[in-house]
């Protein structure tokens, strides 16, 4: 055990003072201290991409970051996605073209989405598979995964040139 | 009637009944972050949970010192077997009817096994309290192969069943040995083969694996003293059945433990046992008054709790020089590891296998299963399975490949001629089973139209030329498999779990204003439940699937039920379901005649009301029924509008499908490309056309894992190789293989709505597509059998070893 050590962080907006041992993971942090339980564990070694949030404009897995790393973070999490006018479209995507099933990948999926399509918004299906392979699924087969996130990235597309 | 009045089309639309791909309720939680899984809980006071695991396979635990770890501040409490024995809880029932530790009792037998309890206020801490509990091992020999196992001289593992010559399966002939399952008719197989014009032997292995949900097991208990209410919150597939382990293992009476599910991240059967980790939090709980967490981490997961599979299935097949099968005989070694802890139905040690003679008409055979103890992790389970089908599936679908090969014959074609006739069902099988029901001629037809059969074996033979001239380095696999599955159990006369039978339950309750609560004795891990059940009820009874709540997974509320595992649900529970609604259905015909004063025989249902017969303008929906039901005092009917219904059914269901999976090989890498995966599926009645293609897409995906690469693997002194997703492969979008899905309808003719289940037909179906297709590949070249997993090194050896590198 370490001293403990004050960290701030920003997460969907809010400001956040934390007193955490510098060994303490990102995603206790959110899930335990926060209350943020939209991020989930799948495996704490990186490999599920379950713990997937949104940390200065950039995917992390919360799970391989220190909270201590996090200090004046901006840190966005599926709860911080939808706006004020409802859902993000790739929360609806989702639904919509049923990319989910058990629900517990989903939020680290549609978090690692939500970068994806600012990195790249008109993505091929390659990419989009390419790009979401640090994210596991064990119920979709990706097959509906991969087509909600090629519909929100047309909706977005559409809504832009409107625009 | 005016312009607002709906018409009949748009009642049935609004319904959003049975075979509409309605969208799903769980999504709108699930997408924001808002599921409610085991870990999001978080009580006041609450106390974590964690293990001291044993690094050895096999050892003698000479002594366990927990001092250091007990000094440690924030540390409440550490458990060991000698702490539960007072209890009788430092071993526990299987529900194979064998015991298994809690926490060592003397000894560990697999690597990976809890050696003891650490209660600690935080995770972090109790994970650094493990770091400070001496245990003193003194190793010994370690058997990982089950054939050594049954050496004579092999080490002894179970001391506890010393000199004990008879388990829950009858005798057993070595000390090693769980027990000897057979069926069939042995004498008539061996004299069927015998004289049989062609015979094809071959050792079939199914690799061990493991279901690996994304979410990990746990659970969260909580002991309040004061009214002496146990509750405990898990990720338990069969919650009631749970609750009845509890209560007899820890003398609470039932009533007094409350048992959730919440939502399940997954289960793929890894949830359907008792884990020591259940245990222990409970005992925890009671002894520091304090609610206990406890939740595995990925490594425990895949050393320690339920791997699935592990069967070597040594078989013999003969036909006709026409390709006509006249017998099939199976022995089976099954490595059960430390620990018989397979969750099948009690009286069927090797579950459901003996549906291995498949989807053919094969006239005699014969199964031997023989199970065995190793120094490996407990378990067996039903990986996306209805209890060893996928093992049944696969060693008959690779056995006509073999008999194929021996015939000389296109593997298409024999399957063709030894299919089961449409006209044969119901069909009594060599081994005992009645199929329900069955058309397979016209979906094969159908499958092989839809990728070009033909076409794609013309391109097969060119590839081969090419091959040999030294055109190209890859090859082209055609992978086929028919499958036939067996799932629905009960029914209750031959199928228990720990003596309950295995039906299921649904209640539901109309609301006064006309909408309506129903709840089961299932529970959804992702199967979209709280959607297509509703939608089974709003076609039942004509309310919309919108004003339909479906809860399931709370002891305290939900009817008794066995639980959601071998695709039971829609079977079991979706027949209760039916015909729960068809109870309220009634009643509410009366309470019509009564509003209309007609008699009830006058009235007839029309999708959403009673009608008077010929006067379709005189009517009373649903809604302005269930109101009544509320208002006003009918003579002679009871107030309210509610029913039960426990459903043990008559028969299983026969779901069967055509999986073809075509295949690039690289022959100088091993690697693989699927160019095309098809898959028709016949569920028979379909709820959710959407959610049907999703549970496809899904279990072909675990499908492709398994075959291609995911095994859980151990060295030979018993280490696990593969207990991290480092190296347990799980497919991400990237290698995941394009399906196209299709189906066929054939209703079964003993179930309620004609459905018959299909969560697991993908993972039966597709392992043998995708196998066949790389065994398809090197046909030409000589192969006959490979083992699973085809990894890119084993496939490289295949060609290695038939001279193809040059
Ligand atoms: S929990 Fe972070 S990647 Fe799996
Ligand atoms: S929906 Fe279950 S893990 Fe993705």
């Known amino acids: ?163 | 009637m005016n312009d607002l009045t709906p018409t009949r089309e748009e009642r049935i639309a609004n319904l959003k009944g049975m075979g509409t791909s309605r969208k799903r309720v769980e999504d709108v939680r699930f997408t924001q972050g808002k599921g409610n899984y085991v870990d999001d809980i978080k009580l006041q006071g609450m106390l974590f949970g964690d293990f001291v695991r044993s690094p050895y396979a096999h050892a003698r635990v000479k002594s366990i010192n927990a001092d250091a770890a007990r000094a440690l501040p924030g540390v409440v409490a550490v458990l060991t077997a000698a702490d539960l024995a007072p209890l009788n809880l430092h071993w526990m029932p299987t529900l194979a009817g064998d015991k298994q530790m809690v926490l060592a009792d003397g000894k560990v037998l697999f690597q990976g096994q809890e050696v003891a309890f650490v209660v600690a206020t935080d995770r972090y801490i109790a994970a650094d309290a493990i770091e400070l509990v001496e245990v003193d091992y003194e190793e010994l020999p370690v058997v990982v192969d089950p054939f050594a196992a049954m050496e004579p001289d092999a080490p002894v593992l179970r001391e506890d069943l010393n000199g004990i010559m008879s388990g829950a399966h009858g005798p057993r002939r070595h000390h090693n040995h769980i027990f000897l399952w057979e069926t069939g008719d042995k004498a008539a197989t061996e004299e069927a083969l015998g004289a049989a014009e062609v015979v094809a032997e071959e050792m079939v292995y199914y690799h061990r694996t493991h279901p690996c949900p994304l979410e990990t097991c746990g659970c969260v208990a909580s002991m309040d003293k004061v009214n002496g209410k146990l509750t405990v919150w898990g990720t338990f597939q069969a919650p009631h059945v749970v609750r009845t382990v509890a209560s007899l293992l820890s003398g609470i009476e039932e009533h007094n433990i409350r048992v959730v599910s919440p939502d399940i991240g997954g289960g793929f059967g890894n949830k359907v046992g008792v884990y020591p980790g259940y245990v222990c939090s409970i005992v925890a709980s009671i002894v520091t008054g304090k609610p206990v967490k406890w939740v595995e981490d990925r490594m425990d997961n895949l050393m320690a709790t339920a791997f699935a599979r592990d069967y070597w299935m040594k078989g013999r097949i003969s036909a006709t020089k026409e390709g006509k099968i006249t017998a099939l005989r199976c022995h089976v070694t099954a490595d059960h590891g430390a620990f018989d802890a397979c969750a099948d139905p009690t009286k069927f040690p090797a579950g459901f296998f003996h549906i291995c003679t498949g989807s053919y008409d094969i006239p005699v055979a014969y199964v031997g299963v023989d199970g065995v103890y190793t120094n490996k992790a407990p378990g067996g389970v039903a990986y996306r399975c209805s209890f060893r089908v996928t093992e049944a599936a696969y060693f008959i679908e690779r056995m006509i490949e073999v008999l194929a090969i021996e015939l000389g014959m296109d593997a298409a074609e024999l399957r063709r001629i030894n299919f089961i006739r449409k006209e044969q069902f119901p069909y009594q099988s060599a081994l005992g089973w009645e199929y329900d029901s069955g058309d397979y001629h016209t979906a094969w037809d159908k499958a092989l139209a839809a990728v070009d059969y033909k076409g794609l074996r013309e391109e097969q033979a060119q590839r081969i030329a090419d091959f040999k001239a030294g055109r190209t380095r890859k090859l082209l696999g055609i992978g086929l498999t028919h499958f036939t599955e067996i799932v629905g159990a009960g029914p209750v006369k031959n199928c228990d779990i720990l003596g309950m039978g295995m039906f299921d339950s649904c209640e539901i309750r109309i609301h006064p204003t006309g909408s309506a609560i129903a709840r089961l004795g299932t529970i959804s891990q992702g199967q979209g439940h709280a959607t297509t059940f509703a939608q089974i009820i709003a076609s039942e009874i004509g309310l919309s699937a919108d004003s339909i709540t479906v809860e399931e997974g709370d002891t305290d509320t939900a009817p008794y039920g066995l639980g959601t595992y071998g695709s039971r649900s829609t079977p079991v529970a979706g027949a209760a379901t039916a015909l729960c609604g068809r109870k309220i259905r009634a009643k509410a015909q009366m309470i019509a005649a009564w509003l209309l004063e007609v008699h009830e025989g006058d009235l007839e249902w029309d999708v959403d009301r009673f009608q008077v017969k010929g006067a379709p303008e005189r009517f009373k929906t649903m809604k302005e029924i269930a109101y009544a039901a509320y208002n006003q005092a009918i003579p002679g009917i009871e107030p309210g509008l509610e029913a039960v219904s426990y459903y043990d059914p008559p028969n299983m269901t026969y779901p069967f499908g055509a999986y073809i999976a075509v295949m690039e090989i690289d022959v100088d890498t091993g690697e693989h490309e699927v160019r095309q995966f098809y898959a028709l599926d016949d569920c028979g009645t379909r709820i959710n056309p959407m959610v049907i293609e999703g549970q496809v897409h899904g279990g072909a995906t675990e499908g492709y894992a398994i075959a291609m690469g995911q095994e859980i693997a151990y060295d030979e002194i018993g280490n696990v190789k593969t207990g991290t997703l480092m190296d347990f492969f799980l497919p991400t979008a990237w290698e995941t293989p394009h399906y196209t899905t299709d189906h066929t309808e054939t209703p079964s003719p003993h179930h309620p709505i004609g459905a018959k289940g299909v969560g697991e037909s993908p993972n039966v179906g597709s392992v043998p597509a995708f196998s066949n297709a790389v065994h398809d590949a090197f046909r030409a070249f000589g192969l006959r059998q490979s083992h699973m997993p085809h990894d890119h090194w084993r496939i490289w050896k295949i060609a290695r070893d038939l001279g193809l590198h040059g």
């Open chain 1, 1 to 163: 055990m370490g001293k403990k050590m004050q960290v701030s962080l920003t997460v969907n907006g809010e400001v956040h003072e934390v007193l955490a041992e510098p060994r303490e993971l990102l995603i206790h942090t959110l899930r335990e201290k926060l209350g943020i339980t939209g991020p989930h564990i799948g495996c704490e070694t990186s490999h599920c991409g379950a713990c997937t949030v949104d940390m200065n404009g950039r995917s992390v897995k919360a799970c391989t970051v220190f909270v201590a790393q996090a200090d004046g973070a901006e840190i966005t999490t599926i709860e911080g996605l939808g706006g004020p006018d409802g859902l993000h479209v790739l929360q609806r995507m989702f639904r919509e073209h049923h990319g989910l099933q058990c629900g517990y990948c989903t939020p680290g999926m549609i978090t690692r989405a939500h970068r994806l399509l600012q990195e790249n918004p008109q993505p091929t299906e390659e990419e989009v598979r390419f790009g979401m392979a640090g994210n596991l699924c064990r119920c979709t087969g990706y097959q509906n995964i991969v087509k909600a996130i090629m519909a929100a990235a047309a909706e977005m597309n559409a809504k832009e040139a409107a625009e």
